[in-house]
């Protein structure tokens, strides 16, 4: 290459440079010499920021649709999968948070109820998402998620296996609502739920046994340990869209564990096949869900109380300090009394100055309280103002 292309490739970078910073990006074509071979220039990440993007979804009368899916099958590039699958979602204005790994898919967004159609024949068109279930949300405004994010993760649910010989395809055998009000008529059956202490405090089913913990990584080692004494019985293992329990039933199978079933589309297939066929519904509560909703209502009862009253309530909110965002029950009495925040020293921090705020935040990262760690033991004895 000589020095005049060498110096027009630098000033077409630098137009592209230029493009990307201003957010106009859709896709440029460059004409480098024909020796140098670069791939199309797409947009594959947000420009635009979160607030703007949230404000944006709430004052939008388009009507949406929440649905969440997986599937686990082999993918041989995520990266590239990850990209293909940004573009086309963008195109169809898809928002909400998908992981994508060597093992598979795990996605909840919502979609423009009119790109349903246009949405659907999209994904059975990708290998391994051929007529994959979507489980439609329950208890659905539409204004679950406010952002498009895709992430290539190590795994799709992370889940602390390193023995190399466990196998997903080796797994336990669905059942479906019917089905799974018959096997628990059985004496003989025992129901593990395999989801996170928050999510099982404001609603499970009848009977069903908490495995007590924070994380998925820990759960799985320690239902196989509580079942020890009922390895001969029928185990239903069940979580919100059904993700959680087909890698538990295939991790207990792993262990030696025979009779292991898991519940079709979890919670959510469950409570729809259940009201569609006018079975019994035997969750209790509400189902708790990973976006701005914090949970689909199945059952008027309240099972769950406030974490600071003590009161009977269900609905689970963020600490509205930055500095905390810790997720919590708080019922609307405590919410005025503490400001929407879990304590008095979040309260007195959220009426300091603003800069005065960020100093304190600096070095301080409680992201990942928001969906994690509240027990009420994590919540600080507070007192009437």
Known sequence: MGAEDFYRLVLRLLKCYLCSALGILPSLQLGFPAEL?????????????????????????TPRTTISFYNYFFIEDPRQFRDELFKNFLNLGVLGRIYVAAEGINAQISVPTENLSAFRDYLYSIEGCKDIRLNIAVDDNGKSFFVLDIKVRKRIVADGIQDPSFDMRNKGRYVNAEEFNSLTADPDTVVIDMRNHYEFEVGHFKDAVEVPSDTFRQQLPMAVEMMQEDRERNIIMYCTGGIRCEKASAYMLHKGFSNVFHLEGGIINYT??????GLENKFIGKNFVFDERLGERITEDIIATCHQCGKPCDTHVNCKSDACHLLFIQCPSCAVLYDECCSNECREFIHLPAEEQKEIRKGIDKGQNIFNKSRRKHIPKVSPI
Do not use: G
Request: charged share 50%; hydrophobic share 30%; glycine share 0%.
């Open 272 to 277: 729809r096949q259940a009201k569609e066929k």
């Open 37 to 61: 071979k670069f791939r199309q220039m797409t947009v594959l990440h947000n420009r635009v920021s979160r607030k703007e993007l949230r404000e944006r979804v709430l004052k939008d009368p």
